[in-house]
């Protein structure tokens, strides 16, 4: 399967949607597109939102909570968008939900 990702503003907040698989073999692009988002929004509080994600391995998981780590770093935040049961009872039962903040959507984060 191959991963898309695109960089949009939505009101005022960067966002990264991804759709299509992220593993072992589109974790570069994963990364390339945290990248771009951290290099074009820097100090910011962006968003990745997963809903267009069929498959998240735990790789992913890592790269999501390292790119949380560098955007509080430089003065800014990183959320998970997600609305899928399936995928947010997954960030609990990892932590990831516990290190990084995880929206149902786009406008419960735009509200807050």
């Known amino acids: 399967m191959d991963l898309r990702t695109r960089i949009d503003v939505v009101g005022a907040l960067p966002v990264l ?28 509080r962006v968003a990745v939102d997963l809903d267009g994600v069929d498959v998240l391995d735990d790789t992913a998981l890592g790269v999501l909570l390292g790119a949380a780590g560098r955007a509080r770093q430089h003065g800014g935040d990183l959320t998970v968008v997600c609305a899928a049961e399936r995928m947010r009872q997954r960030f609990a039962v990892t932590g990831l939900d516990r290190a990084v903040d995880v929206v149902g959507g786009l406008a419960e984060l735009l509200a807050s």
Do not use: F, I
Request: proline residues 7%; aromatic residues 0%.
């Open 17 to 44: 949607t991804l759709s299509g698989s992220v593993d072992l073999a589109t974790l570069p692009r994963l990364q390339d597109g945290l990248l771009r988002l951290a290099a074009e929004h820097p100090g910011q």
